[in-house]
Each structure stands twice: as C-alpha cells, then as structure tokens.
C-alpha cells in the first residue's frame, strides 16, 4: 500500500455509470412485494425483474404472446375458416 494516494483527479458518484436502468424508491404493499417475491422463488428469477415485466406489460411494451391476445386470434382464424367452409384438419392427416 502507497503512503499517499493521489485523488486529484477523481470523481464523485458511482464508479461504473448504469445504462438503461435507474435506481428508484417507491413504496409497495406488502401483500404484492411478498407475491411477487414467492412468484421469484417458483421461478427462479429475480422479483424485481418480475415487477419490470409486470409494469412493462401494463405499458403495452410487453415482448411476448400473452394468452389473451392468442385466443383472439385463433377465434378470428376459426371463425373465418369456418365461414369459408374449412375445416380444421390436424398436421401430418392433410392429403
């Protein structure tokens, strides 16, 4: 270890600058931090990463399928196939 360290040149604040994220204080109750906490534990995931995806679905920024979204578009196909006289015929039985 140096007698003396030289700090003229050094900054405040965090050493490694974050991207993308930032650090927030907010108040949950406790009923909804402890479900997202045992949803984690079941899922092997971070709970905070679970509350993201959460907040990001109710932004509509979702990335994925959700079910709701996928039922309505198998009723649209359905019901068109139906009205144009196509039946359903399940994979691997088409002639």
Known sequence: MKNE????QGKRGAAIPASGK????????DEVLDAFR???D???KGYQTL????LRECL????GLDVRTLRKVL???LARAAKNGNQAVPR???S
């Open 51 to 54: 509350i993201n995806e959460a």
């Open 5 to 8: 360290y030289d700090f003229s």
């Open 22 to 29: 930032s650090r927030v204080t907010m108040y949950l109750d």
């Open 42 to 44: 079941a899922l092997a």
């Open 60 to 63: 509509g920024a979702s990335s």
């Open 75 to 77: 009723r649209e196909e």
């Open 38 to 40: 045992a949803r984690a």
């Open 92 to 94: 691997g039985k088409r």
